[in-house]
Structure formats: structure tokens, C-alpha cells
């Protein structure tokens, strides 16, 4: 029995095509493997509605299969479910799995574990139908490359095929088998055929993220009402929330569409919508906003377009102005191109607090002043990006060799046009973004530090570190006292402005695999109560093993002099050096959200603010959701860098956002 013929015996078709051409590249290897999944997936069932797919997704939901194809990793594995199948095929597909570096494990993951994130070229394939795509391949030299695109591109048809004859035998309304039947192959001419159309590309890339959503929809606008569109979008966000996609962005052209978006997003989870906000924003758009946001879903979080756009402009001078204006934004919040971006997000991460500790536990007795101390820490810093770049690296590079990513070779500008698969940098904007956790515990530390060793000399730095770790009520209080960040103190602020530059400059060290450069990110989701669950006691109060900071925002409960002063405290970080995104939280009450939501959003903006997510809870809505969970199945909060259903939330991170300070 062949290895092909193996797999087809357990069931397991992407894993048969993978194995059914002995001795092929891993481009024509993937194409088959898409294509031999296509042609047999299960599909979702028609239940209702005007958009199909619809239902869960073919790549991750398909409980018949162990190994399914996945739009970051390229495939992923149930590992003991194969093996009760067969031992000998999962022996094949670990030979496989092993080709790539693995990146998994580290203390450093910190929500980042080389996994990239992307969202196709929508507005392309609307304007110029997959029919297009065929004949852009069709016109390539012949090799690898192309056969593999063209085997993919059945694959789909394939798929496409089994839909329409779905839709038919489940009778589903002759508009949806219509507009079908056209799309994605042919250009949209109606909204709704690009909204179908749309919908059936995001199924086929994988259900990752839909892109900017106002933008792509806007030439096939034609007066459509904004009831009609907002159900439409209910039942697209239905579809991602789902799937467990991530992002959309709106803005900064904000129209109708943009409207029936914020009102569609209202009470729910997913997509994290990210608005753009610009100095002439609309008071209908705030008005959107304030209403949603007080449905306590967080949506959507608001970003300073002007600032993204000239800190990128600095970045990448090569960036042309029509590119520059396609920013968006995917994963949990990070900056990307519409269709033109291979970005990792989040590659990797730098647990700044574990580092932090590690080396206050090693060297604060060495270090005779706190400039020192400093100095060393910096040189711990450095040191620790370029071990993870160099495994990030790594991981990249066997990739590129061995793991295709081929619906996104088919659909990101440039990989056709280069003849260059996706992973081994076909797209027009390659870079990588690594993730910083525990910088706010780090500044607060520091301030600690300073002021009660070097400036007060309260205590001897052996005594400092036994009386932390011993919880000593005296030092916690002594502490507490000191200057803190969030509160708008220059001399607080100032430390953590120092740090968030030498992070910066640290990633300067090396270029990622296969061109273009690190980047820093700032999103800590829901990875912050797991990154500080193996670093004892630090100086900011935190006991050991409790969470790192969620944001940029102030340690809960430090943040003791309002909205207003923690905004100018993270704006004097100089955040647009994280330009993959600084996520910062914020909770309002409700009255404060109506009266002040776009003069505080505005105002941060002004001072240098990147971007801004506002939960809406009270104090006692959140305890009677930890203590009634049924009562609250979508209540849904902003947590590091996307939106969560609160009763999803460990008991842990549910408390954390209860401590957050509300405004």
C-alpha cells in the first residue's frame, strides 16, 4: 500500500494529496493536498440566510479529519486521534510536521509562537473575479509555481461546485444560487454580489480576517439601506465570530457602510473591528460608537490614522501613498496592507518582566547605581531579541522550504507577479512583529527600585528583594508609595519612555527571514495571566505568579488620578515606536462614554496616542456575570488586544478586568 493509498484508507484526504505525488516539490505537494480536501471536505449545511458558506468552516471544524489544512501553520494535526488510526501515518505526517523549526515552549512565547496572520486581496477579487487569477497564472513561465497554482485553483472550483449543488438540493433562495454562481469568479456588479463574494473568499483562505470591510464594499455601494446591510453584516460577523476569525478595519473614508458595520458589531464578539479615527472624524461616526460601546462589546477600538501612517511613512520610505492608504489591520490588532502583506503576527514575544526579573535577582546587588542596574538590563534585553529573532529566523526559513502557503499565493499581491510563494516572500510588504509583555510591570519595578535603594536608601538590596518576595506589609506599602506610572508624573513616565526606546532600538539588531525587518507589537490578549505565572515577586506589588499588566495602560488600580492623566502617561511612551500596534485599555462608565468618548479619544490622539480600546461595564455588572455566568453568555469585553465573550475568561482574567479602574 502507497502512502497515498494509506491515507485515503483512514479518510484523511489532505493528508492523501500531500502523499500522493512521491517525490514532488512541496508547492505541487500543498496544492494537491487543498485540492484532495476540497473535493471531499464535508460541507457546513444550508440552514438559512443570504450568504453561503456559512457555519463553521471546513479547515478547523471538520471533526471526521486529524490532519486539516490551517491558514498560518499550513496544517495542523490531532496528534493522538491519528495515531488510533494508524501508526504508520502518523509517523509520515511527523516527518512532515518536524521539517519546519518549531518555535513552541519558550518562555517567551508570550502569545506569539511564529504565526502569521493575513487577509487576501478582497477588493481584487471583487473588482476582477478569480477568472482574472486564472489567467494571470495561466500566462506564467511553466514550472512548479504555476502548476501548483493551477491545481489549487480546481481545488476551488471543486469546492465552489459542491456549493451550488448544496444551495440547490437544500432549495436556499434563487438570489443567493444566483449572485453564486457568478461569484467569485466573475467582477461583482451589485453589493450583494460582492458581498457573497467576499464571504466565499474568506472561507477559502481559511476564515482569518476579513480586511477593510467599508473600503472593499463601497464601489458596489448603490443606495442599498442600512437595515439591508447591517443584517447582511450580522450574518457575515455570525460567520467569522464562528470561526473564530479575528479582525476588520473601518475608516478613514467613513460612509454608510461604515455605519451598518457599528451597528452590526453591537453586542458582539467578533470581528475586533479596528475604526480609524481621523481629526475630522463625523459626530455620526462617535455617535455609532458611544451606542455600541455601551453594549459592552468593546467594538470597535479606535486607531490614529495619522500617526500609523506617518510613523510607516518613516519606516518604509519606499511606501507609495496609494499603498500607505490600504492600511488595516489583522490578528488581534496588528498593521498590515489590504492583500499586499506577509506579516508575522505575532512571530514571537519578549517577556520584558521575566527578563526584568531574572536579572534583578542576578545583578541588583552588583549594580553601585541605578543607571547600572539599567544599563545591564537593557544588555539582558538585547541579548534575549536576538536569541528569539534567531529562532523566529529559523522557523521562517523552513517554511519558505517546506510549508506553502498557497490560498494566500493565490490571493496577496505580489506573489503571481514575482513567481515567488507567499512564505518565501512573495508579498509586496514582508516584515515580523514581536510581541512585548510585561513592560508597564517593568516601569513600575524600576521606579521602585530607583527611589527606595538608590535615592532613599530605605533598604539594602539583599533586604529589598527578601522583604518583596515575603509579601512584608511594610515594604508593600513603602512601595506603594513611590511614583508610579499612569498617573502623569514626568519622572514616573520618563523611565518607561527610556524603556520603551531601548526595546525599539534593540529590535534594529537583526532583519527577519526572508527581507524586511522586526517590529514591536504591544497586544497581550489573553496571554498576560500566563506570562507572569513563572515570575516570582516584583517590586510594582505584583505577587508571584500573578498577571502582567493587559496593556500599556497603568497597573489596575495605579492609575489614581483619572482617564485623562493615565492617556498623557502612555501617549509620553513615544507608543508609535510599536508601530505593530500598543494596545491600551481603558474602562469607562457609561456616563462618561456619552459625554466624553471623543474629546478623551481625540485629545490622546493629539498627544501622541496610538491607539485606544474602551470596555463599558460597571463594577456590578461584572460580579453578578462571575457569579450568574448563564445569565450572561454574550456579554462580551476587550481583553488585550481583541474582544471576548466574559464568561470564556478564566477566573483569573476575569478578575483582572474587574480590577481595572473605571473612569
Not at 220 to 227: A, F, G, L, R
Not at 327 to 355: H, K, Q, R
Request: hydrophobic content about 35%; some cysteine.
Amino acid at each position: 500500500m502507497t502512502d497515498f493509498e494509506l491515507f485515503l484508507s483512514v479518510n484523511e484526504p489532505f493528508a492523501a494529496g500531500l502523499f500522493e505525488f512521491e517525490g514532488a516539490s512541496p508547492m505541487i505537494r500543498f496544492a494537491n493536498a487543498f485540492k484532495r480536501f476540497w473535493e471531499s471536505a464535508p460541507l457546513s449545511p444550508y440552514k438559512e440566510g443570504k450568504l453561503y458558506p456559512s457555519g463553521r468552516n471546513l479547515f478547523t471544524f471538520c471533526n471526521e479529519y486529524t490532519v486539516k489544512p490551517h491558514y498560518s501553520n499550513g496544517f495542523e494535526v490531532n496528534w493522538g486521534a491519528l495515531s488510533k488510526k494508524s501508526e504508520r501515518a502518523c509517523e509520515l505526517m511527523r516527518r512532515e510536521y518536524d521539517l519546519v523549526a518549531k518555535f513552541y515552549g519558550d518562555p517567551h512565547t508570550v502569545g506569539g509562537m511564529c504565526w502569521t496572520h493575513s487577509f487576501p486581496n478582497y477588493s481584487r477579487v471583487l473588482s476582477e473575479g478569480l477568472d482574472s487569477y486564472a489567467k494571470r497564472v495561466e500566462a506564467l513561465s511553466d514550472g512548479d509555481f504555476k502548476e501548483g497554482l493551477l491545481i489549487l485553483l480546481d481545488g476551488i472550483r471543486a469546492y465552489h461546485t459542491r456549493c451550488l449543488e448544496h444551495l440547490c438540493e437544500q432549495g436556499a433562495p434563487s438570489e443567493l444560487i444566483a449572485a453564486l454562481e457568478k461569484m467569485p469568479y466573475k467582477p461583482a456588479e451589485s453589493f450583494y454580489e460582492a458581498f457573497v463574494s467576499q464571504n466565499f473568499i474568506y472561507y477559502v483562505d481559511g476564515c482569518d480576517d476579513i480586511g477593510p470591510l467599508d473600503r472593499t464594499l463601497l464601489p458596489y455601494y448603490k443606495n442599498e439601506s442600512v437595515d439591508e446591510m447591517e443584517a447582511l453584516m450580522r450574518e457575515f460577523f455570525r460567520n467569522v465570530d464562528i470561526n473564530d476569525g479575528w479582525s476588520g478595519t473601518l475608516g478613514p473614508d467613513y460612509n454608510e457602510i461604515t455605519r451598518a458595520a457599528i451597528r452590526a458589531i453591537k453586542n458582539g464578539r467578533r470581528p475586533n473591528l479596528q475604526l480609524l479615527v481621523t481629526k475630522d472624524m463625523p459626530d455620526w461616526v462617535w455617535e455609532e460608537c458611544a451606542a455600541s460601546l455601551a453594549s459592552s462589546c468593546g467594538q470597535p477600538a479606535f486607531y490614529n490614522c495619522e500617526l500609523y501612517k506617518q510613523e510607516l511613512r518613516q519606516l518604509m520610505p519606499e511606501l507609495p501613498e496609494k499603498d500607505l492608504a490600504r492600511i488595516a489591520f489583522g490578528g488581534c490588532t496588528e498593521t498590515m496592507f489590504e492583500g499586499l502583506s506577509n506579516v508575522g503576527s505575532d512571530d514571537a514575544g519578549i517577556n520584558t518582566a521575566l527578563i526584568f526579573s531574572d536579572y534583578m535577582r542576578r545583578e541588583l546587588e552588583s549594580a553601585e547605581t541605578y543607571d547600572d542596574f539599567y544599563r545591564g538590563l537593557v544588555a539582558d534585553i538585547r541579548r534575549v531579541f536576538r536569541e528569539v529573532a534567531d529562532l523566529v529566523n529559523e522557523n521562517r526559513r523552513t517554511r519558505a522550504l517546506y510549508r506553502p502557503a498557497l490560498p494566500r499565493t493565490l490571493l496577496i499581491d505580489d506573489c503571481i507577479e514575482s513567481e515567488t510563494e507567499f512564505n518565501a516572500g512573495g508579498a509586496r510588504y514582508v516584515y515580523s512583529l514581536i510581541n512585548i509583555a510585561g513592560a508597564v510591570n517593568v516601569i513600575d519595578s524600576l521606579n521602585v527600585i530607583r527611589e527606595l535603594i538608590y535615592e532613599k536608601k530605605l533598604y539594602t538590596k539583599k533586604e529589598f528583594i527578601e522583604l518583596m518576595d515575603a509579601r512584608d506589609p511594610d515594604f508593600l506599602l513603602a512601595a506603594k508609595k513611590c511614583i508610579s506610572y499612569g498617573n502623569d508624573n514626568d519622572k514616573a513616565d520618563t523611565v518607561g519612555t527610556q524603556l520603551v526606546s531601548d526595546i525599539r532600538d534593540a529590535f534594529d539588531q537583526r532583519d527577519c527571514f526572508p527581507r524586511g525587518r522586526f517590529y514591536p507589537v504591544a497586544n497581550q490578549f489573553t496571554t498576560y495571566a500566563d506570562a507572569g505565572r513563572n515570575i516570582p515577586a516584583t517590586p510594582d506589588g505584583r505577587a508571584a505568579g500573578e498577571p502582567l499588566c493587559d496593556s500599556l495602560g497603568a497597573i489596575h488600580n495605579n492609575d489614581r488620578k483619572g482617564a485623562t492623566a493615565l492617556l498623557n502617561s502612555v501617549a509620553k511612551l513615544d507608543v508609535k515606536k510599536i508601530i505593530g500596534t500598543p494596545t491600551t485599555n481603558i474602562r469607562l462608565s457609561k456616563k462618561q462614554l456619552y459625554t466624553s468618548l471623543s474629546s478623551l479619544v481625540t485629545t490622546f490622539f493629539e498627544r501622541g496616542g496610538m491607539q485606544l480600546q474602551v470596555s463599558c461595564l460597571s463594577r456590578e455588572e461584572i460580579l453578578d456575570a462571575m457569579e450568574h455566568p448563564e445569565n450572561y453568555s454574550s456579554l462580551v469585553v476587550r481583553i488585550g488586544g481583541f474582544s471576548e465573550y466574559f464568561t470564556r475568561l478564566s477566573p483569573e482574567l476575569q478578575q483582572t478586568v474587574l480590577e481595572r479602574t473605571e473612569h
